[in-house]
């Protein structure tokens, strides 16, 4: 309920009650006096008892208020159920309403109207047959909890799903992954076969894809699951499964199971689980299988469309430390590397990890973050035409922090021999390299206190560096 909706139910309230309270007053002065004519001597009591029972009203809210939402959240940590806290308004009313009814009517025998009214016992069952249907099964739903308000749900008849938002005494009421209500009514719950996938519990996806008959399926198991255990959402409690589900006409069939942290959002996490399965089979030269032998001979075709070479030395040769390479040892070097995309979110390098090739982005963006006891921190961002991952391939330290993409990134990958042939031919280049470790490192150490004991002179660098790989 709004609050507009919550102040004008309190105005209601206390203006019924002044009118009955006005009404008792006068009805009192002028009916209640011995002279007055005995037909009108009682009529006063309406009013009164009108007054009296918005009282009992204003009682039971209070007790319910103190009952549900103090005691019992206090104890529980939950939400009283909606359907528990009418119950007890409704029994609690009642209850007081004939003690205060038979106090101010004394001469009436409420027991007795009720017992002798057979007829009227049956008119209400019969009128209520559906409600008392759905009230009994509200409470055996919340006798059992089979579920609470925030598991998902699929009613299996009827296909639907979504969360559950409420369990009335009528009804519930479950918000569908289009942001629809549906309301499903106690009875027909109590009857239906559901599906619950409770909120405090790690519920599993499985997500289906297919490759070639000619990639190895171990190393599709070890690209996919490392693709999607770091995806968001994706439980890192226990680590998704990837296996063959069957060995299919044109494919192998494969199976990813996961689990997450929070289910009522899986639709997006399985398209997540999806697109980086996509960009790591890419990566790693694995092919989608398609239901057609026309595919197969597609093969043939590059699993993944390299850059043009000369776009690559066009890129290398915009890296600062590269400017002093000819046109040639440029192109040599365009020729060793390696391109390769990552998806948002993905990461490029962890820091602790061995790490022998540097990276150029080619187009994108990346965020340097090392992580401390608040969680991960970027410290840089790098664009197209920087570099990163010198640090562990020149000194041969591990990786000192964890580079991830913020958009769709393709990067450049140049490995060690690559590297060890060009700095033989240009030994300056070790030199510029060992500045920007050494800036880098300053930075890291500025924010983080772990890594000042890894700072080093730009000398010391540049005879590690040369050290490393065979220098003079
Ligand atoms: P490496 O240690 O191999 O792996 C993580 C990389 O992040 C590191 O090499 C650097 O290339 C990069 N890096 C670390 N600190 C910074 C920084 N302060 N600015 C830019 N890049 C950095």
Do not use: C
Not at 134 to 142: D, E, P, V
């Amino acid at each position: 309920m709004t609050s507009t909706e919550h102040r004008s139910k309190i105005a209601i309230y206390f203006s019924a009650t002044v009118v009955a309270g006005l009404a008792t007053f006068v009805f009192y002065k002028f009916f209640a006096n011995p002279i007055a004519d005995h037909y009108f001597e009682g009529l006063w009591r309406i009013p009164w008892l009108i007054l009296l029972s918005a009282f009992i009203y204003f009682t039971v809210r209070v007790l319910n208020a103190l009952l549900f939402d103090f005691l019992f959240r206090l104890r529980r940590g939950y939400e009283a159920p909606t359907l528990i806290r009418n119950i007890f308004t409704l029994l609690a009313f009642t209850l007081f309403f004939v003690l205060i009814f038979n106090r101010v009517y004394h001469e009436v025998n409420l027991g007795a109207l009720f017992t002798t009214s057979a007829i009227f016992g049956v008119i209400i069952g019969l009128a209520l047959q559906d409600t008392l249907g759905n009230f009994f099964a509200g409470i055996s739903l919340h006798a059992d909890r089979p579920f609470q308000v925030g598991d998902v749900v699929v009613v299996t008849s009827n296909k639907l799903t979504g969360v559950v938002e409420s369990i009335t005494w009528r009804a519930i009421k479950i918000r569908t992954f289009q942001n629809h209500i549906v309301l499903v009514s106690n009875s027909l719950a109590a009857r239906e076969a559901i599906e619950v996938s409770p909120r405090d519990n790690l519920n599993a996806r499985l997500v289906f894809f297919s490759t070639i008959y000619t990639d190895s399926p171990a190393k599709t198991i070890h690209i996919v699951r490392e693709a999607v255990r770091d995806a968001a959402n994706v439980s890192d409690k226990i680590t998704p499964i990837v296996r063959i589900r069957q060995l299919g006409d044109s494919s192998i069939d494969w199976e990813i199971k996961y689990w997450l942290d929070d289910y009522a959002k899986y639709n997006d996490t399985d398209a997540l689980v999806r697109q980086r399965v996509w960009y790591a089979l890419r990566r790693s030269g694995l092919t989608f299988a398609f239901p057609t032998r026309t595919v197969y001979l597609e093969r043939a075709v590059p699993s993944r469309p390299v850059t043009p070479e000369d776009q690559i030395s066009d890129r290398l040769s915009a890296v600062d430390i590269f400017s002093p390479l000819s046109p040639d040892e440029l192109r040599q070097l365009a020729k060793a590397t390696a391109g390769h995309v990552f998806a948002p979110g993905e990461t490029l390098i962890r820091a602790g990890d061995e790490g022998s090739s540097m990276f150029v982005v080619h187009n994108g963006r990346v965020a340097v973050q090392i992580s401390d006891r608040s969680g991960p921190r970027t410290v840089a961002e790098l664009t197209e035409g920087s570099f990163f991952g010198e640090m562990a391939l020149f000194t041969g330290e591990p990786r000192t922090a964890n580079v991830v993409a913020l958009e769709e990134t393709e990067v450049l990958e140049i490995g060690h021999t690559a590297m060890k042939h060009i700095f033989h031919t240009n030994p300056s280049l070790a030199e510029s390299i060992s500045w920007t470790i050494a800036e880098r490192q300053a930075a890291l150490a500025q924010n983080s206190a772990s890594a000042q004991a890894s700072i080093q002179e730009t000398a010391g660098l540049l005879s590690s560096i040369k050290r490393f790989f065979g220098l003079r």
